[in-house]
Nanobody, 126 residues
Framework: VQLVESGGGSVQTGGSLRLSCAAS????????MGWFRQAPGKEREGVAA????????YYTDSVKGRFTISLDSAKNTVYLQMNSLKPEDTAMYYC?????????????????????WGQGTQVTVS
């Protein structure tokens, strides 16, 4: 399984970016994919998750109303549309796959629930 993120970059406050995560060797079938981020000196945190079986989406409170996770099963790709970006959104963003637990709030963004991880793409907001 390989996850490759793209779409990061530098934007001004209030700007937008769309991150993509292309998955190979992985089937979107009743499982969960997520986006996480890690700022310098901070722990990796969950941002958004999507259940590939039915399309249910989940967000951490700080991004609700600003970020949207979606998937294109035909392209085996998950997206994170980020609008109204703030400096505190600056981080390395990682795509993750292989969880069965995103419907459970206690496990939704637990790092160990996700089996596969990408290398990350940097987002800088100034």
């Amino acid at each position: 399984v390989q996850l490759v993120e793209s779409g990061g970059g530098s934007v001004q406050t209030g700007g937008s970016l769309r991150l993509s995560c292309a998955a190979s060797g992985y089937t979107f079938s009743s499982n969960c994919m997520g986006w996480f981020r890690q700022a310098p000196g901070k722990e990796r945190e969950g941002v958004a998750a999507i259940y590939t079986g039915g399309g249910s989406t989940y967000y951490t409170d700080s991004v609700k109303g600003r970020f949207t996770i979606s998937l294109d099963s035909a392209k085996n790709t998950v997206y994170l549309q980020m609008n109204s970006l703030k400096p505190e959104d600056t981080a390395m963003y990682y795509c993750a796959a292989g969880s069965d637990s995103c419907s459970l709030s206690a496990l939704r963004f637990r790092l160990t629930e996700y089996k596969y991880w990408g290398q990350g793409t940097q987002v800088t907001v100034s």
